[in-house]
């Protein structure tokens, strides 16, 4: 069975201060790693898919890494609009299971 | 639409009433799925739609749930006999085909009295 734990479940960091979060997973054969933000009241919003070991990718103060146990999401020098509920979903390779297998989130809070 | 639609937004329903989600997904999209969600925890699958076809429907938590998705498009989630663990946030998702990204609704919020 597929599972996704992600850590810390919450964290507040200052303006500024840069930290990670973390997604550990198992799955037999990943097609992919999916993160997602969450705002209050609202659906998931796409942030990034990664596909191999070693890959990574970026956007503004967002960069996501995997290896073949676990992801990353490193924010650098965050802002108060980092604020969110950001999570992780594995993608198996088996092409009978079209689903995606969600991690229960960590919470973000950036203080001015 | 440029984005997945959800109607209704916000339900209140009496415990035991029947109640209908509807999904709208973006225009072209084959795969359709519905989750789950209760608060604090991570979306939980419940059904797939490749068009009309309802491929997998593992994640349904019982025979009150039922799901169509009847010309491949709009997709409505029907819950009869509502119960107060039915209460949580209904999130409807399409992608172009498996395997592809999946964009979400913002959800239709379900509570149960």
């Known amino acids: 069975e597929d599972q996704v734990t992600q850590s810390p479940e919450a964290l507040r960091l200052q303006e500024g201060e840069s930290s990670s979060l973390n997604c550990s997973y198992t799955?037999?054969?990943?097609?992919?790693l999916f993160w997602y933000r969450q705002d209050p009241g609202k659906g998931p919003e796409f942030l990034f898919t990664?596909?191999?070991a070693g890959e990574e990718k970026e956007k503004e103060r967002l960069k996501a890494t995997l290896t073949k146990k676990e992801s990353f999401l490193h924010i650098t020098a965050p802002k108060p609009e980092d604020s969110a509920t950001y999570l992780c979903a594995v993608l198996p390779m088996d092409t009978g299971r079209r689903a995606l297998t969600f991690g229960s989130g960590t919470r973000l809070q950036v203080q001015p | 639409g440029a984005g997945v639609s959800q109607s209704p937004r916000y339900k209140v329903a009496k415990r035991g009433q029947d109640v209908a989600l509807r999904c709208d997904p973006i225009s072209g999209h084959v795969s359709l799925f519905w989750y789950q969600q209760a608060l604090g925890q991570g979306p939980e699958f419940l059904t797939y739609f490749q068009n009309e076809a309802q491929l997998d429907k593992s994640g349904l938590p019982s025979d009150r749930f039922f799901a169509e998705r009847p010309e491949g498009s709009v997709s409505t989630l029907k819950i009869q006999r509502t119960q107060q663990e039915d209460s949580a946030v209904y999130l409807c998702?399409?992608?172009?085909?498996?395997?592809?990204?999946?964009?979400f609704g913002e959800g239709s919020w379900l509570t149960v009295v």
């Open positions: 990664l596909y191999s």
């Open positions: 998702a399409s992608s172009l085909e498996a395997g592809n990204t999946i964009y």
């Open positions: 799955v037999s054969g990943l097609r992919g």
